[in-house]
């Protein structure tokens, strides 16, 4: 999962550009991703020392309104938020991506997971050969309240923000970048340890159940009056 991140500003405000966040109050989502796509976005423009923050609602659409009510200068936020703000007038001033992961149990089932995986990925090539057509899940889930959520069209969306891949092993020397990088802002203490981050042992079992030791996705066999057929969806 990709999700783009961006860093937004009220229409009236003074601020164009990132590094014009110096010393300005930004509001983020702590312990979330879009905070730590919040702080690499600021980092990258201003000094540590000139990245201020203060804690915000997790829900983006709160989010945003407490920053149009004046409650800090700048937030982040992440679709279908990302083109509300747009259609209220307020500017990007910038816009990242980063992986999303997902979090399980030491005793999950690698076939369970596999079965996972091979959904995700014949969801991602469907949504990435017409994204149009997908959109309308934005208002779906914790948007579903929101009316300027609902409010919007599919033709409101920049596609260009909207980015899938197939998933893959996690990679350890992006693992242990994020970790130290984390780390240097005092979430996280410790060294990084692979064998405790990563249950490597299931994600090879789940990745040539769902793909095989060739990286391809295997067939599934199905039951048919003739006997057995390889189903090509593999679903």
């Not at 779906?140 to 009316?147: I, L, Q």
């Amino acid at each position: 999962m990709i999700v783009c991140a961006a860093l937004v500003v009220p229409p009236d405000s003074k601020v164009y550009v990132p590094q014009e966040l110096a010393n300005r109050k930004v509001g983020l989502d702590y312990g979330n991703g879009t905070a730590y796509a919040g702080l690499q976005m600021l980092e990258g423009a201003v000094p540590r020392e000139a990245v201020t923050t203060c804690a915000a609602v997790i829900h983006p659409g709160e989010r945003l309104a407490a920053m149009l009510r004046g409650e800090f200068d700048a937030t982040v936020l992440q679709e279908p938020w990302i083109t509300v703000a747009e259609k209220a007038g307020c500017r990007l001033v910038s816009t990242t991506f980063f992986h999303g992961t997902w979090v399980a149990g030491p005793d999950l089932d690698p076939a369970l997971y596999a079965a996972f995986l091979r959904g995700v990925i014949q969801a991602v090539r469907r949504i990435n050969a017409d994204k149009r057509r997908y959109v309308s899940y934005f208002k779906e889930g914790w948007a579903a309240g929101d009316p300027a959520v609902q409010a919007l069209t599919p033709d409101d969306f920049n596609l260009g923000r909207i980015q899938l891949r197939e998933p893959t092993p996690i990679p350890e020397d992006e693992a242990r970048w994020a970790w130290d990088w984390m780390a240097s802002w005092g979430v996280l203490h410790g060294t990084f340890d692979v064998t405790t981050q990563i249950n490597r042992k299931v994600e090879r079992e789940a990745h040539e159940l769902a793909f095989g030791s060739n990286g391809l996705p295997r067939a599934r066999e199905t039951s048919t009056a003739g006997g057995i057929a390889r189903d090509s969806n593999w679903m």
